[in-house]
């Protein structure tokens, strides 16, 4: 006989379950890989994404930013490298990981070339507030980076969520942000907005890579449990080591 306790229990567990509706293993990975293909398209788009957002950046217009943060492709890539690790496929985290840092270098070329031929110079509201860093920003993108991966991995696939996250989330703005203030050869602030889109990018990918180990996505080489733990122990440092900063920063700056 199951009694209330128990009951209360099951329904709790039911409600909570992501195993229930995840979508094959075949559907998850194509989805994933096919979001984060660096090909010439999606390249092309990166760097027109930059330059709107370098504008919207520029005149402070919150609508344009949020409009490039929509058609950029760098949230696909963060994805797939977390499908990467989760599934011990090095040969496919090495690739996409290479593709990253290069997407990264033209972003950066691309705004800071931008901002060089602008002719207002003055930083606005909005570049500023990206230089900013706060542990707000870690729970945002931890937390932005589990609905990303959910909605992605759902037999019915959410077409809001990837567009939610991103807005949420920001990845590309601080970017930009870096680019203004290369091109003002201030360095050490354009250090703080690059290390706001590490702690993003980085969060994005360290909640991706949980829930998908979670949902026992199939690995392409067999780790042992020590070696497995090993992982786990150096993302949860690493994690810890980008999270410091902004605590730090956090408290200097309220």
Known sequence: MITKHESFKDLIKHMFNIHEDTASHEEIRDRILSGGKITGTNMVVMICAMIIASVG???DSVAVIIGAMLISPLMGTILTIAYGVASADFRLTRRFMIGFVFQIIVSVCSATVYFLLSP???PTAQLIARTQPSFYDVLIALFGGIAGIIGQTRTEKSNNIIPGVAIATAIMPPLCTTGFYLAKADFFTASRSFYLFIVNAYFIFFAAEWILS???IP?????TPAMWKRRRQMMIRNAIIVAIPTILLGYFIY
Not at 219 to 223: A, N
């Open 219 to 223: 690995k392409v080489h067999e780790l």
């Open 120 to 122: 207002n110079k003055t």
């Open 57 to 59: 950046l520029n005149t």
């Open 214 to 216: 979670f949902l026992q």
